[in-house]
T-cell receptor
Framework: EAQVTQNPRYLITVTGKKLTVTCSQNMNHEYMSWYRQDPGLGLRQIYYSMNVEVTDKGDVPEGYKVSRKEKRNFPLILESPSPNQTSLYFC????????????FGPGTRLTVT | TQLLEQSPQFLSIQEGENLTVYCNSSSVFSSLQWYRQEPGEGPVLLVTVVTGGEVKKLKRLTFQFGDARKDSSLHITAAQPGDTGLYLCAGAGAGGTSYGKLTFGQGTILTVHP
């Protein structure tokens, strides 16, 4: 089954404690992306990757890091989480080209206290 | 930064009514997608429009891409309770520094009452 998986699905942590949210896709997609979803703001793109070792900033990259060492994986790293990073996070992948259709994971709800 | 203004943010209607959701921008997009999201799940793609002026139909849903590829609309005919959900539009950057960037509208929460 074609899918995007994220782990963990729920995470409660404290300010400053480094964390990683994993994302993996089995569709051989070149493009992967991370979004955060906050009430009234829709989804905002954090980082995206056009291919292995190629990453770029989205609209809200501050406080986040990513890496793309393998085609299927695109982890999101919060090196020093703060309460304003409490949000619902989605990973997505796409075959890219001119359509850019996103296939989303199930989401990770992060709470930073 | 590209912006995509989606309206209305909330829609509460009776079963059988028609409705239209709008997404507007001053930016040109290479494609525009519409997604539907259920609580606790990720958005699911409904349709992609690529060509200016393009109209696509999915049963009772009609999607239109503006001639200048800056705006789009979603029209639902004879809404049903099963249409209830969050609808999101998303535009893909047309080139230059926006290539690869996806911009989402704020979303429309639709509630259809039986």
């Amino acid at each position: 089954e074609a899918q995007v998986t994220q782990n963990p699905r729920y995470l409660i942590t404290v300010t400053g404690k480094k964390l990683t949210v994993t994302c993996s896709q089995n569709m051989n997609h070149e493009y992967m992306s991370w979004y955060r979803q906050d009430p009234g703001l829709g989804l905002r793109q954090i980082y995206y990757s056009m291919n292995v070792e190629v990453t770029d900033k989205g609209d809200v990259p501050e406080g986040y890091k990513v890496s793309r060492k393998e085609k299927r994986n695109f982890p999101l790293i919060l090196e020093s989480p703060s309460p304003n990073q409490t949000s619902l996070y989605f990973c997505a992948s796409s075959s890219g080209t001119d359509r850019w259709e996103q296939y989303f994971g199930p989401g990770t709800r992060l709470t930073v206290t | 930064t590209q912006l995509l203004e989606q309206s209305p943010q909330f829609l509460s209607i009776q079963e059988g009514e028609n409705l239209t959701v709008y997404c507007n921008s001053s930016s040109v997009f290479s494609s525009l997608q519409w997604y539907r999201q259920e609580p606790g799940e990720g958005p699911v793609l409904l349709v992609t429009v690529v060509t200016g002026g393009e109209v696509k139909k999915l049963k009772r849903l009609t999607f239109q891409f503006g001639d200048a590829r800056k705006d789009s609309s979603l029209h639902i005919t004879a809404a049903q309770p099963g249409d209830t959900g969050l609808y999101l539009c998303a535009g893909a950057g047309a080139g230059g520094t926006s290539y690869g960037k996806l911009t989402f509208g704020q979303g429309t929460i639709l509630t259809v009452h039986p």
